[in-house]
């Protein structure tokens, strides 16, 4: 049985070429970039390199690029470094409430230091609402964070619309767009972020290294202390291979944006026709158009979400029961329950992400393995209503 990976919200494998670009770093052209030798210099060389190629990709001047160890780092900088640099003019932030644990549990930390916090609610779809964030804003607001794109949904945030709410005001504006890197254009200045996270491992680049573009300019507050690796904004030795890989894994990504998602797109759409079609009992989650090409989150009535990724897991399937970072949790995902979604069902929701190297026959055969397990969990499960008719819908010809 071939395994099938539909998980490409938790981590993409790294694209050939930027594994090729990456490996002369870890052993030929080893040397630390703060060195002032040859090695050293040629080091320091690659990472300017890549610090060029990630500004031009979103729209930035290098100087407003920072090199981290991954997207949660760069969000827990943009929103505590935000916090305290910002304190002496408010201590009042606003983020969404469907924003990743990276930022939601800076968020409680910084509530227990005395900032205070508003989530701002989302809709149905989990867009968030507008008009509600717009009410929430009040004189001591120093900061506003909404994600570019949900990891759970993949619902598309307003995030123009939120930028210029927060510039009228003078408030700064932080953008997650580790979900969106890679299936949609960024540029900074359109999106009128102050500041935007990125993830190398979601765009086929490597894990453990990530991106905080900070608007020249903006005054941010250092979180990692230790040396004067990135312009002090930063301590620590910079992970040379790893952002040499993600520089090329965003340059091959803004190459080939619309074809990816063009191809993550269709076998989603096929994926959730299919599912709709054949399946009783099934949710769609998330917004029907305005959402990331490659994610299809779907509640299945009647059945645990921890006992249908298990099941997937033994039928070869790799799908994730909403965020990553959380799943194995038992605790239903908060992003669902901000949506309205009520508490069984959201227990029962499964995201399902496609992705480069996915084709239509794995999407036929994961529907087909599907809807086994479906019917089968629902035999057993005690939730299951005698009277309903425990079957699958053929596929129409
Ligand atoms: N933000 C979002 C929206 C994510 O989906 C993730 C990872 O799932 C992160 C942040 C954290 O990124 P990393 O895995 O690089 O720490």
């Given at each position: 049985m071939r395994n099938i990976y539909f998980d490409h919200a938790a981590t993409t494998p790294v694209h050939p070429r930027v594994l090729e670009k990456m490996?002369?770093?870890?052993?030929?052209?080893?040397?630390?970039?703060?060195?002032?030798h040859a090695f050293g210099r040629r080091a320091a060389c690659a990472v300017d390199e890549a610090r060029d190629a990630v500004a031009a990709c979103i729209g930035?001047?290098?100087?407003e690029i920072y090199f981290t160890s991954g997207g949660t780092e760069a969000d827990n900088w943009a929103l505590r470094g935000a916090a305290h640099a910002l304190a002496d003019r408010g201590r009042h932030l606003i983020v969404s409430a469907v924003e990743h644990p990276a930022v939601l549990s800076v968020a409680a930390e910084l509530e227990r230091e005395g900032f205070e916090v508003t989530r701002a609610p989302v809709d149905a779809y989990g867009a968030v609402d507008l008009a509600a964030l717009q009410r929430a804003i009040r004189p001591d607001t120093v900061f506003i964070g909404v994600m570019a794109?949900?990891?759970?949904?993949g619902t598309l945030q307003p995030v123009k619309e939120v930028a210029a709410l927060a510039a009228a005001r003078g408030i700064a504006f932080f953008t997650d767009a580790v979900q969106a890197a890679g299936a949609m254009k960024l540029d900074v200045k359109e999106l009128g972020a102050d500041m935007l996270s990125l993830s190398g491992?979601?765009?086929y680049g490597p894990k453990g290294v990530g991106v905080l573009y900070v608007r020249s300019g903006f005054r941010l507050a250092r979180l990692v202390a230790g040396g004067h690796q990135e312009r002090g904004m930063r301590g620590g030795t910079t992970n040379v291979p790893g952002v040499v890989g993600l520089a090329e894994a965003l340059r091959l990504a803004q190459e080939t944006l619309e074809e990816n998602a063009a191809h993550a797109a269709a076998l989603r759409d096929r994926f959730v026709s299919r599912v709709r079609r054949e399946i009783p009992f099934v949710e769609y989650n998330g917004h029907p158009e305005r959402r990331l090409p490659g994610n299809a989150n779907f509640s299945f009535r009647y059945i645990g979400g921890e006992s249908l990724l298990f099941n997937l897991d033994l039928a070869g399937i790799a799908a994730s029961g909403g965020s990553a970072c959380s799943?194995?949790?038992?605790?239903?995902s908060h992003v669902l329950l901000a949506m309205g979604v009520p508490e069984g069902l959201a227990r029962s929701s499964i995201r399902f992400s496609f992705g480069r190297g996915n084709t239509a026959e794995e999407v036929d055969c994961a529907v087909d393995r599907l809807k086994e397990i479906v019917v089968r969990l629902r035999a057993l499960?005690?939730?299951?209503?005698?009277?309903?008719?425990?079957e699958v819908f053929p596929q129409e010809a």
């Open positions: 490996l002369p770093y870890f052993s030929e052209h080893f040397g630390n970039p703060n060195s002032p930035a001047k290098p100087s794109a949900n990891n759970e949904v491992h979601k765009f799943s194995g949790s038992p605790e239903p499960s005690p939730l299951f209503p005698k009277d309903l008719k425990n």
